[in-house]
């Protein structure tokens, strides 16, 4: 890798990390603007499915309180930002694996051309993103996605982010929930009163939302690098006929 690129990859990594774990906004802006410019990846779409999924979860976990709706949808207050932004940050890593991938994209061009003729293929706009044509393009898809698995298995990459992730921003947002919370009035018919619910979580409750959190954002972090390189391999070959 040249110096040159090396720079550049240091100032990608470091925006990334100053959206990720500052929140800094711009970061993300001049992050997406450089790679349209320097790399031509401008096809980024997250879906946003960790808060859905993540609602689901603790809501399990809290079935024997009365009030778990009120604390889940307050988690999801605190912190959906938050999941948000790694959910972008993971897509767009993704999107760059499948990109610059080219085993994977020559292979799926040569899929391409032997299911549709050059001229169909200059005027789509979409390849095999969301249909899944026929064995061989399914075959390619699962290669690239167990390769992604591989990876994975051996460096750690989306584990240690996740979880270097969860301690520095998301923990301690759970710890003091009760700071975050949206508070709720609740009538004490027994007593006759009004007063603010109380959503103080035992230590217990405390770290299975945690770590029930951090379970929720690898599993869905993982299906979202793993769709993002499939959507971008197939951008890839699209734009070789622009």
């Known amino acids: 890798m040249s110096t040159s690129a090396v720079k550049l990859w240091e100032l990608y990594e470091g925006l990334k990390n100053r959206f990720l774990f500052n929140n800094d906004i711009n970061s993300i802006y001049v992050l997406l603007s450089l790679y349209d410019l320097e790399e031509n990846i401008s096809n980024i779409y997250p879906k946003y499915i960790c808060s859905k999924n993540i609602k689901t979860r603790v809501k399990k976990i809290l079935k024997e309180r009365e009030n778990r709706n009120h604390i889940a949808q307050s ?123 109380s959503y103080l979580l035992t230590k217990k409750e405390t770290n299975n939302i945690y770590h029930a959190i951090v379970n929720v954002m690898i599993k869905n972090l993982t299906k979202i690098y793993k769709e993002a390189s499939w959507y971008a391999l197939n951008d890839k070959v699209l734009k070789r006929y622009l």
């Open 75 to 197: 988690i999801i207050y605190a912190i959906r930002d938050d999941i948000n932004r790694i959910e972008l940050c993971f897509y767009l890593e993704g999107y760059k694996y499948g990109y610059f991938n080219y085993k994977w994209v020559n292979a799926l061009e040569k899929k391409a051309l032997d299911t549709y003729n050059i001229e169909n293929i200059y005027d789509k706009n979409y390849l095999f993103h969301f249909d899944i044509m026929g064995e061989g393009v399914n075959n390619i898809k699962t290669k690239l996605w167990n390769e992604i698995d591989f990876v994975e298995n051996q460096k750690n990459n989306i584990n240690d982010l996740v979880y270097t992730f969860a301690d520095k921003v998301i923990k301690r947002k759970i710890n003091n929930l009760d700071k975050h919370a949206d508070k709720q009035l609740k009538v004490d018919f027994n007593d006759f009163n009004i007063k603010e619910e």
